[in-house]
Every structure is written in C-alpha cells, then in structure tokens.
C-alpha cells in the first residue's frame, strides 16, 4: 500500500541531544516536504526538495537540516536540539500536479 | 506577506447544521485549490480539492464552492455530524514553483 511513514511518532529528548527524524514514502514522489506545525496552528514550510541531491528551505527559518539521498527517504536533523525546537514535525510527498500526502506527524519535546 | 486568508478561526455548529469555512487569496498565478481535514495527533488528509475552470465540486456531504472573478473559494460541510470536528486548512497550488500555499486553518466543532 503506498504511504508516507515518520518515526518515531513521539520524541523527548534533552537539550543539546542530536536528533533525526525520519520519513519515508512508498509512492515513488520526486518532491517531498518538512512542515513544523503547533497543535492545531499553521503549517511552516521549513525544508522541500524536488528531488535527488536537490534541497531548499522552506518559508520559515529553522535550525534543522535534511538530505535526500534516494527518493523514497528525506530525514531532517537537528544537531543539538533545544526548547525553542518543541513542535510537531510533517513530512509530505506529491506528484507533479496533485495536492500533498502527510505523514502522521513526529511529536518533539525537548526538555 | 499572507497570501490566503482563512476564516472563520473557529466555528461551533449544531449537528445537522451547515459548516462553512471561506478563503481568500491574492495571486493569480494558483491552479489548484485543495481543502485538508486534520484530527489531533494526525497529520492534515486531502479532503476534496478543485480547479479553476469549475466553479464547484461536490462529493458527498462535501463542497467546494469556487468563484474566481473575487478570487475567494469555500468549503461547505452539509449534515455536519460529530466526527467532522476537526481542523480544516485551505491550500492553494502556485502554478509556477508548485507548491501548496496554506490558509492558517479552521477548528471546527460539531456538537450533538
């Protein structure tokens, strides 16, 4: 069944920690995306690429970084995390033409 | 600057009453306009989307109404029951990079 996964769906972790979040899609999308997102708040682009070894940042500035080395996989990092970074985390996909598929979304606290 | 503007922020409605939700926007360059329904905890899901040659799409208890002469467009939600609570995001497609430009979402409550 093609879909668009994200782990882990929850995270605590303490300050200063190194974090990957990781997303995977299974529907073959050249464009993937990384929105940061407060419970039931606007949605930030903070990270898309448009394919391999292609990345740009988003609308919203953010510490995180990503890397799209195959198609199906855009992890993002945080190499030290901070309070400032507690969110929860959306990866998309899309075809050319069509609207996005989220993920369920990675839930960070970072204490 | 906002490109789409959302409203209402919330709306309570009664169970079986009409839900809608309104989007306005600036540019011209858009070429698909999607509403998402997101439930707590998950992530927002395509609920029904249109293009701008029509102006309106029904599915279901579901409706886009599009004009694009006053570049605003609407979700209404027909019957609405319980399990449509939720927060709903408008979006519109720019034609030229292709990507979703989101509305700032409305919480919407249906009571019993």
């Known amino acids: 069944e093609a879909d668009i996964y994200q782990t882990p769906r929850y995270l605590v972790i303490g300050t200063g920690k190194k974090i990957t979040l990781e997303c995977s899609q299974t529907m073959g999308h050249d464009k993937m995306y990384w929105y940061q997102q407060d419970p039931g708040m606007e949605l930030h682009l903070i990270h898309y690429?448009?394919?391999?070894?292609?990345?740009e940042k988003g609308d919203l500035s953010s510490e995180s970084t990503v890397s799209r080395i195959r198609t199906e996989h855009f992890p993002l990092t945080l190499e030290s995390a901070r309070p400032s970074h507690t969110s929860q985390y959306l990866c998309a996909s899309s075809a050319q033409g069509y609207g996005y598929t989220f993920g369920s979304g990675t839930r960070l606290t970072v204490v | 600057q906002q490109q789409v503007k959302q409203s209402p922020q919330s709306l309570i409605v009664q169970k079986g009453g009409i839900s809608i939700i309104n989007c306005a926007y600036e540019?011209?360059?858009?070429?698909?306009f999607p509403w998402y329904q997101q439930f707590p905890g998950k992530g927002p899901a395509l609920l029904i989307a249109i293009r701008p040659d029509v102006s309106e799409k029904k599915e279901g208890r579901f409706t886009i109404s599009f004009n694009k002469s006053a570049k605003q467009f609407s979700l209404h939600i027909m019957d609405s029951q319980p399990g449509d609570s939720a927060t709903y995001f408008c979006a519109l497609r720019d034609g030229n990079t292709d990507k979703l430009i989101f509305g700032t979402g409305t919480r919407l409550q249906v009571f019993p």
């Open positions: 690429s448009y394919g391999v070894n292609s990345t």
């Open positions: 540019n011209t360059a858009f070429d698909y």
